[in-house]
């Protein structure tokens, strides 16, 4: 499995960015949950959001609830974050994540040790 993020870079405080995740592996991609985390210079990872297999379930941090919207096209084999209103505490390193047992759960999901297998970061940098 290889999971390919893109999408970080350089935006000033308001601005708005789309990060993707794309997937590449033996089984289809819709067997997998898929979140996102990050990780800020000197802090530990945190969790993001993550969405089933489907789509049919979401879940999201509260720090960016309402700001952030996590998305997949599995005819693509991608999941999307969309971060709006981005804030200077936004930036991090920011990876994506699949989880074998696509059904995840509000508990699951959130839970770093759940998930299978990492991609390999891309940096966001919110500036003020």
């Known amino acids: 499995v290889q999971l390919q993020a893109s999408g970080g870079g350089l935006v000033q405080a308001g601005g708005s960015l789309r990060l993707s995740c794309a997937y590449s592996g033996g089984r289809t991609f819709n067997n997998y949950g898929m979140g996102w985390f990050r990780q800020a210079p000197g802090k530990e990872r945190e969790f993001v959001a993550a969405?089933?297999?489907?789509?049919?379930?979401?879940y999201y941090a509260d720090s960016v609830k309402g700001r952030f919207t996590i998305s997949r096209d599995n005819a693509k084999n991608t999941v999307y974050l969309q971060m709006n209103s981005l804030k200077p505490e936004d930036t991090a390193v920011y990876y994506c994540?699949?989880?074998?047992?696509?059904?995840?759960?509000?508990?699951?999901?959130?839970?770093?040790?759940?998930?299978?297998?990492w991609g390999q970061g891309t940096l966001v940098t919110v500036s003020s």
């Open positions: 969405i089933s297999w489907n789509g049919g379930n979401t």
């Open positions: 994540a699949a989880d074998t047992y696509g059904v995840l759960t509000a508990t699951s999901a959130v839970d770093g040790d759940e998930y299978d297998y």
